[in-house]
Each structure stands twice: as structure tokens, then as C-alpha cells.
């Protein structure tokens, strides 16, 4: 039976790799499922599924959980040091899906027994992309991508040699505010930049979709996952989200990944890879879909894809500092501190004010080195968002 372990397990990535996993019971053993404040869906998961563990982020929450595992037989953690255990337990398969830079550390750790890492936490890559695939390498472990774009690249790969690749195109839907006047988008709150016209998913990456930082983050996880130089990746609006990337090669072909938007697609092929078996995702059909659209992104609109190209330009730290700060802008967003376009200007003028105190472009030595210029990017862009309220 295989060993799966899944961080993130209450959320939206999380529910989708769970729903997966409870269609072929008997074929996996599940180790570790994480989660944050819902106690309820976590404890109710763990049994249903018959974890070994369930882990809360939240270490007041340890009494809620134990009382939820009452006479279950599984073990209850909470906080960091609890998630690296769980990373510790031996699993053939582990699912990132922390949201945000907290799903680095847990992920990192489970790659040091050599364990195939489905990894959703797109944040990893873009904060230490460097780091990470080289402790893969050390290790002889593998990272799948989970993301559907660069599960798309990855499957228009295969067989491939990456010296043929000329370019690389991810798809974007122009998330929830894509057909607004652009005078309009000061205004957008977050409701309205939290419903998107595709994809069902967490509060924050719809958000960061109508923004494309979402696709400014894909841009950058696109370079340090496949080390492609980043004049050969760009992105295209695809209103109807059905062609998720393509491949192009040095002869002119191009290779379009095609499938209906639902992660379970991308999640199970890196759950049954390198083989491929039947999955319940919608099928498509093309004559009914009849029209597929693209279009260049309109860099006034979304100006967190200028900011990506300078991110991978730079290299070093500037990835760390552009996540931190750009999870501290939504942070601001969310609590009404800012508006929907000053977002993009906090992590600029975050980038300006960490440049001026390191440098950027070195390349960080060690985990401890990010999660560092992570915080100290943070506070950078709390006192850039209070600067914008205050003027
Ligand atoms: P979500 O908000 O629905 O779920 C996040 C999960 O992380 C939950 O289990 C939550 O309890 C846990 N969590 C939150 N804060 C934590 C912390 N500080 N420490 C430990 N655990 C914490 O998010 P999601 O939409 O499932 O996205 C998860 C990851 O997958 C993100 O990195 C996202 O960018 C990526 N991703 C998501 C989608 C999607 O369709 N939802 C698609 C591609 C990539
Ligand atoms: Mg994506």
C-alpha cells in the first residue's frame, strides 16, 4: 500500500487530493493530513480516512483536536514543530498544499528521505526554487508539479528534450475583474476579486488571479521548476480556461495541454505518475465549446506580471521578497487597509526598499537565509502599505 501523507488537507487543493484518495480505498495508507482552524473537517477526514496523525497549524487548537480524535486511536500536533514531524513520517507520497510561504519548511523537510513530493504550494518554488530542487537532487527525491499549468508543461514534456524548447506559454483566465474598465478596478473589494469565472479555489488565489499575481507567481515557479530563462516564458489571457499551457520547440511546433478546469486532473496525474489512470474530471468537447480565445495582457491592468519578469531577472532573493510581500499586500487588501490596484505598489516599493539594504541577487545559502528576508520583507510591506493609508 502507498505511504500518503497530505498537507493542506482542509483545503481546497487538500479536498480535491482527499476526494482522490477515498475513490480507491485499500490502495493507500494515509499517514499525515494537516490543517489550520477547522478542527472539524480535519478530525473528520483523519477518521474517515484512518490517519496515523492530523495536525492543526494552530497550536491553541491542540485540546479542540484531541477531543475531535477522542477514542479514534490517532495521534493529534499542533504548530510548526509537529508539521515537520509529520514531513518526517516515512510517506511515498506527500502532498503539498499549505497556502502561502508556512508550506515551505514542512515540504523541504519530507524531500530529505527521499519522497516524491506533489507540490500545489506554488510559493515554495517562487521563495527558494534554487533550494528546493537541489534538495531534491541531493536527496533523489522527485517533485511533481501540481499547479495545472505546469502540470500541463510538465506532461507536453515528456519524452522531450528541454534543449528543443524555445518557449514556454501559460494561460490565464483574467480572473473575476477581467472585463472591468480599467478606471474601475481602484474600486474592486474583495468580493468581487473573489469570485472567479472558472475555477473553484481558495479565497486568496482567486483573489491573486483577478490580480495576476497569481500568474506572475506561475511565471516565476515556470523558470525555477523547468530552469527555462525567462525570455522564453510568457503568459496569454485565455478566457475560457481550457488550453492550460503550451510547449513550443525549436521546429515551430506547438504543444497545447488541453482538459477542463478542475484540479482534480492535475493532482491525479501527479498521483498516479508516470502512469496514467481514469480520473473524474469532465471530459471536453470541443464542437460544444466551438470558440477559444486568447489575447496579450494589458500590463496597466495587471501590473504584477512586470514586477515577475523583473523578480526572475534578478534571481537571488528577489523571490522571497516578492511572495512575502505581495501574501502581506492581500493581507492588506483583505483587512481594507488598500485598495485592489495599490497591491502591485506595495510589493514594488517593497522590492526598492529591500534593495537597498541586500542584495538581492545573491543567491541564498540555506532555508533559514529566505524565511529571514521573508520576515524582514513583511515588515517592509506593512510600513509601505501604511505609508499609502496615511497619504
Ligand atoms: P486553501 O486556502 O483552500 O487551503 C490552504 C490549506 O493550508 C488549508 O488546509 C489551511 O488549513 C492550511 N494553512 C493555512 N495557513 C497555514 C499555516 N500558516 N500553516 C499551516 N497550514 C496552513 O488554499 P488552496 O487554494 O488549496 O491552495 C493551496 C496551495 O495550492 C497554494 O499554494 C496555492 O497557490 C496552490 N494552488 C491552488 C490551486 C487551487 O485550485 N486551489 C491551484 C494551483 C495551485
Ligand atoms: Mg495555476
Redesign the pocket.
Known sequence: MRRISVF???????QNTLDLIARAPGEYRVVAL?????IVQLAADARRLGAEVAVT?YPDRLDELRAALAGSGIEAGAGEAA?IEAADRPADWIMS????A??LAPGFRALRHGTTLAL????SLVTAGPLLMAEARAHGATILP???EHSAIFQGLVGEDMSAVEKIIVTASGGGLRDWPLEALPMATVADAGAHPN?D?????TIDSASMF?KAMELIETKEFFGVAPEKIEAVIHPQSIVHALVGFRDGALMAHLGAPD?RHAIGYALHWPERRDLPVARIDLAQIATLEFYAPDLRRYPALGLARAVMETGGFAGSVFNAAKETALDGFLAGRIGFMDMAGVVEGTLDAMSSEIRLTNPPSGLEDVLQVDQMARTRAWAAIETRETA
Open positions: 493542506g488537507a482542509t483545503g481546497s487543493i487538500g494537516t490543517g489550520g482552524a477547522n497549524a508539521l498544499a499549505i497556502v502561502g508556512a508550506g500545489a504550494n506554488k510559493e501540481v499547479d495545472s475555477w479555489m481558495g479565497q486568496r488565489i497569481n484540479m
